[in-house]
């Protein structure tokens, strides 16, 4: 089994230039999967990413989104898709198997309905369970401020720092990154992405 990321910038012409949310994603990207088959970005503002490590598919969206947020009024829409891969071409856009059609149909569906991350994984009772809860931890991650979306990153990035070591990474003190931390539910977030993984292994 492995997992497919597609995604797309919402917003994307908010940017002052696009190399604003370009360079992140050329950032980010090969940190997912640092193979330069295994991602892509098209169409200027959408881009996908092949994941192996796939219980770890929800908290590498919640990376994505924060360091996206990061950029002010520009988001980010991603869909997971768990399943197959059946062929693998030269570039991961043109590579197919089930994941990658999952991946693709449900961006397509959050688009219709305007919601920013989602998952098919071919198990429906368990998809509309994890669904229901990503949607739930969406009403914290849509309304990330800047500040919240810098400090998720860097916590993300830096996992094994404590909240003075964070402060001291971008200027702040150590009660500034507990009190962001807790604006924007890391904790929170955190604790579903262990039920995700829990749940997401016992798929493979």
Known sequence: MIGVITGDIINSRA???PSDYLEVLQSLLPKINAH???WEIYRGD???VE????????WYCVYLKSA????KNIDVRLAIGLGNKDFEAKSVSKSSGSAFIRS????????KQKIHLGIDTGKKTLDQELNASIQLTLIAMNHWTTNSAEIIKLSIENPDKSQQELGELIGIKQNTVSERQKRAFL???????LVFQQK???LQ
């Open 36 to 38: 330069p088959k295994s």
């Open 68 to 71: 996206i947020k990061c950029i």
């Open 104 to 111: 693709g149909e449900t961006l397509e569906n959050l688009k």
């Open 51 to 58: 994941i192996e490590d796939v219980e770890n598919a929800f």
């Open 46 to 48: 959408s881009f996908q």
């Open 15 to 17: 940017a002052k230039q």
């Open 200 to 202: 997401v292994k016992q």
């Open 187 to 193: 904790d929170e977030l955190k604790n579903f992405n």
